[in-house]
């Protein structure tokens, strides 16, 4: 029967041989520090969501101190959202957005260099990070994809929209029809096939409209006037 503080299939020699025999496993050891360092690298990253693996958040909450992605316009309105695409999570400890106004600021937020989106991917499967889990759980599908606007053709109330989808870095066209708000050149949106969401200029809220995927000649034809 062990002792205190033997193992159950204790032979004893300090139940390893007296020392000449480590009893931990010297590959689950490294694996365990492998693990321990990725996410470490996530943490300094500011990795949590979907946004963040491929987008750098651009300032942190005056609250707390977590990485956010601050939003704001020239009558002083701003938000801070914990991450980017629908349904644009705003950060619980501040909320302040305020006035309505027509000028917008384009937001200093940086994607992140592919080869960065690549260390990232890989320290994610490492640390059996999964940065869609969180969003699924909550809202029961996956999250939209995120796009940049590279170029916009509005015709009438039509915007015809080639943007870069930001974790493939391939290009998506895909058009919407709204009577006042579209994106600008440079800003982020999310796309699900069915559906465009972004950020209001004028109130710093989420906006969102049906949408459809277009073909690249449509777009051309869209830029070229509409001519064939």
């Given at each position: 029967?062990?002792g205190h503080?033997?193992?159950?299939?204790?032979?004893?020699?300090?139940?390893?041989?007296?020392?000449?025999?480590?009893?931990?496993?010297?590959?689950?050891?490294?694996?365990?520090?492998?693990?321990?360092?990725?996410?470490?690298?996530?943490?300094?990253?500011?990795?949590?969501?979907?946004?963040?693996?491929?987008?750098?958040?651009?300032?942190?909450?005056?609250?707390?101190?977590?990485?956010?992605?601050?939003?704001?316009?020239?009558?002083?309105?701003?938000?801070?959202?914990?991450?980017?695409?629908?349904?644009?999570?705003?950060?619980?400890?501040?909320?302040?957005?305020?006035?309505?106004?027509?000028?917008?600021?384009?937001?200093?937020?940086?994607?992140?260099?592919?080869?960065?989106?690549?260390?990232?991917?890989?320290?994610?499967?490492t640390a059996?990070?999964?940065?869609?889990?969180?969003?699924?759980?909550?809202?029961?599908?996956?999250?939209?994809?995120?796009?940049?606007?590279?170029?916009?053709?509005?015709?009438?109330?039509?915007?015809?929209?080639?943007?870069?989808?930001?974790?493939?870095?391939?290009?998506?066209?895909?058009?919407?029809?709204?009577?006042?708000?579209?994106?600008?050149?440079?800003?982020?949106?999310?796309?699900?096939?069915?559906?465009?969401?972004?950020?209001?200029?004028?109130?710093l809220t989420?906006?969102?409209?049906?949408?459809?995927?277009?073909?690249?000649?449509?777009?051309?034809?869209?830029?070229?006037?509409?001519?064939?």
């Amino acid at each position: 029967m062990p002792g205190h503080n033997h193992y159950l299939d204790c032979n004893c020699g300090w139940c390893v041989n007296y020392g000449r025999r480590p009893r931990v496993n010297p590959y689950a050891v490294d694996n365990a520090m492998v693990e321990r360092d990725a996410r470490l690298f996530l943490e300094r990253k500011s990795v949590r969501s979907v946004s963040t693996c491929f987008v750098v958040p651009n300032a942190h909450c005056p609250v707390c101190g977590t990485a956010v992605y601050f939003y704001a316009n020239l009558i002083g309105s701003r938000v801070y959202f914990d991450g980017l695409g629908w349904p644009w999570p705003k950060h619980p400890c501040t909320d302040n957005a305020s006035g309505n106004g027509t000028y917008y600021v384009a937001p200093l937020i940086v994607c992140r260099e592919r080869s960065q989106v690549t260390e990232i991917m890989v320290a994610a499967r490492t640390a059996g990070f999964d940065p869609n889990a969180g969003f699924t759980k909550r809202y029961g599908h996956s999250p939209f994809e995120l796009l940049i606007v590279v170029e916009l053709r509005r015709i009438g109330f039509k915007n015809v929209i080639n943007a870069k989808l930001r974790s493939l870095d391939l290009p998506v066209f895909f058009t919407f029809t709204s009577a006042k708000f579209s994106p600008a050149i440079g800003d982020y949106v999310s796309f699900n096939g069915q559906e465009v969401s972004f950020i209001n200029p004028e109130t710093l809220t989420p906006q969102s409209y049906k949408a459809m995927k277009v073909t690249p000649n449509d777009f051309a034809s869209a830029a070229s006037g509409g001519s064939k």
